[in-house]
């Protein structure tokens, strides 16, 4: 039996995993363990934790680490660089020295260092250690955890150690590397470049330039292609770097972008104006252009019918619905963390499947929908010796009622969190560790958006639909959605004609369809489909919520507020549904109401009672 554990770490989003034999045993993000969002710091705390689940006590039962990238090369970058921009880029060459010198160029050493201090045992010898390519790693957390045999693969992001794009052929146990884009041409940075001049946060904002652009029009988007990236039939693409600033400066955009756009960026946090609108739509309309013509000249190359994404533009779930949309590969598949923190996953196999030369078998396809949940998990019979400890009220009950209760209070209303099993690997939640809505009910989206989430009021939530009754709610050409990763419009039977003249971020509050609480501004829905073999216990949920009001789908949104990882711990959860206007929390068979638990326990609407001591 070989054990493998695969490590992402040093950039953002640090994460580990431990496969046996092929399986993916247990994995997870840093963050969820820190409280630190976007951890990327080494992740020694969910090394142990992994370790532990996974019944590895020394390092001797440790065949190989793998480390996600290679080091060495992306410092070579780092050195071409600067000598090509210099003296512009001295600043940012200065900057990084120090992290670089100390940290990332001795990975190796400083890898070895960080392992040895998560055992007990300071003279056992380590186990090889193996560092694989970037986009290598993303390519095998997408094919190799995929469900094909042979499949075409696209891999996009921000860089790697020099690329932003590549193309794979899959097949079998081997990844053969077709074509790439460099640094600093680059989609995924084009596109947080937009998402810092709008005013959010690069590597975490992404996701609201997203919910923005259905508010604007793509006005822009002729002006981005004529000035700023030249896109070519087969979708490969070329950026003039004169507008951009992330190769020699501590900003991604300078004056000359800002110039372009009518004036400077917006603040952070600031609230977006319809040019902020205006952009999001434009540069999500190239976005989606350059990931349907590669895809497209992909299929051509390849002949397959299969396709697999990876690398964080795969996390573009409009783009994503688009592709799919498109009908030019029969079948998509995205793993539930296609950015860096499933590359914890895809070294690890690419370490068994490419170094080690095993095969691969269809019937153990490693990250099948029903087995993405491979964080911490505490048993039913832990949940109230724990809430005790906080002084909890609470009441033990048993399957039937906690299903029966739970469905009920969500039909009058309530705005339940809901923490069951195990805890889900990747940016989503997917009814393990979420916090649940009506989605009837048109005012859930401002409720929940700022009295439990503090988070901007434009973005939207998503549903989870069961599998069997997706077709007649929502137009999607797919039988399943496991990840929350494409969006779909909502089917016309369910829609409602807007009325009024509201423009802008008053659109919000236009009721479109019979489910408005997860229908954005244009009629779309980020799909999350359960299946009864997937969380068996979340689909008699909504069952039984289908039951009461003949809607077969709840909203479903992380169980986290603004600023914070996904709650990983029972205690985690209980902090955040003691700060914030969340109704009930159902843990476990535990079901608890807010107005139950003593009064000085409780500080709604204040994130920082989270933090850890």
């Keep these: 039996m070989t054990t493998i554990v695969g490590i992402s770490a040093y950039y953002h989003d640090s994460a580990i995993a431990v496969i046996r034999d092929g399986a993916v045993v247990c994995a997870a993000q840093e963050e969820r363990f820190s409280r630190l969002k976007n951890d990327a710091s080494f992740p020694a705390m969910a090394l142990k934790w992994g370790c532990a689940a996974a019944g590895i006590r020394k390092l001797s039962d440790i065949d190989y680490i793998v480390f996600y990238e290679k080091p060495f090369i992306k410092f070579e970058r780092l050195i071409e660089t600067h000598l090509k921009t210099s003296p512009r880029g001295l600043a940012q060459f200065v900057r990084a020295m120090p ?13 070895e260092r960080e392992i040895r201090e998560a055992f007990p045992d300071k003279t056992t010898p380590l186990p090889p250690l193996l560092f694989n390519d970037h986009h290598g790693s993303h390519a095998a957390t997408a094919f190799f955890a995929s469900p094909f045999e042979n499949a075409a693969v696209l891999c996009l992001d921000g860089v790697g150690e020099w690329d932003s794009s590549t193309a794979w052929s899959g097949q ?36 609201k330039l997203m919910g923005l652009a259905p508010y604007g029009e793509p006005i822009h988007a002729d002006l981005i292609e004529s000035k700023l990236i030249n896109i070519r039939p087969d979708g490969s693409f070329h950026m003039d770097m004169a507008y951009f600033d992330y190769q020699t400066g501590l900003r991604m ?18 609230p977006p104006t319809q040019r902020e609108m205006d952009m999001a739509a434009s540069i999500q309309a190239v976005t989606e252009k350059i990931v349907l013509r590669a895809a497209r000249h ?9 396709l697999c994404l990876g690398g964080g533009v795969a996390l573009n779930c409009v783009a994503n619905g688009a592709l799919q949309r498109a009908g030019i590969f029969e079948n998509i598949w995205i793993p539930p963390s296609p950015g860096d923190a499933g590359s914890a996953i895809g070294c690890a196999l690419s370490a068994w499947h490419e170094h080690l030369g095993q095969p691969r078998h269809k019937t153990s396809a490693p990250l099948r929908e029903s087995s993405n949940y491979l964080g911490p998990a505490w048993k039913d019979e832990e949940i109230p010796d724990i809430l005790q400890q906080f002084g909890a009220h609470f ?28 805890m889900e690997f990747g940016p989503r939640a997917l009814g393990a560790r979420s916090i649940l809505g009506d989605p009837r009910d ?48 909502v089917a016309l039977p ?22 408005p609480a997860v229908t954005h501004i244009n009629m ?82 204040h994130a920082t009672v989270f933090a850890k001591d």
């Excluded at 048993?398 to 705005?415: R, T, V, W, Y």
């Excluded at 209980?574 to 009930?584: A, I, N, Q």
């Design 99 to 111: 992290s670089w010198l100390t940290q990332k160029l001795m990975a190796r050493r400083t890898l």
């Design 172 to 207: 079998g146990n081997k990844l053969t590397p077709l074509w790439r884009i460099p640094f600093p041409h680059s989609l995924g940075l084009l596109y947080s470049a937009f998402t810092s001049f709008c005013g959010f946060k690069v590597n975490s904002g992404e996701y």
């Design 253 to 270: 955009t300078n004056r000359k972008f800002a110039q372009l756009f009518g004036g400077p960026a917006l603040e952070p946090d600031a």
């Design 298 to 306: 992909l299929q051509q190359q390849t002949k397959e019918k299969n």
């Design 395 to 422: 009441e033990v009950v048993d399957e039937a009622s906690l299903l029966a209760g739970a469905a009920g209070l969500l039909a009058q209303g309530k705005i339940v969190g809901w923490f069951q099993g195990a």
């Design 442 to 489: 048109a005012g859930m989206v401002q409720r929940m958006n700022l009295k439990i989430k503090h988070r901007e009021s434009f973005r939207p939530f998503a549903p989870s639909v069961l599998a069997e009754h997706v077709q007649d709610w929502f137009n999607f050409p797919a039988a399943t959605s496991p990840f929350m990763h494409t969006v779909a419009t």
């Design 494 to 515: 369910q829609q409602i004609a807007a009325a009024g003249t509201a423009t802008g971020l008053a659109r919000i509050n236009e009721k479109r369809s019979t489910i």
């Design 524 to 605: 779309s829905a980020r799909l999350h489909t359960v299946s009864a073999g997937t969380n068996p216990r979340f689909h008699a949920l909504i069952s039984r919520f289908h039951d009461l009001t003949g809607v077969p789908l709840l909203i479903n949104t992380s169980f986290n507020v603004r600023g914070e990882p996904i709650v990983a711990t029972p205690e985690d959860a209980w902090r955040c549904f003691m700060g914030t206007d969340m109704d009930v929390l159902v843990i476990g068979n535990c079901i608890l109401h807010k107005e139950q638990q003593a009064r000085e326990k409780q500080n709604p609407g």
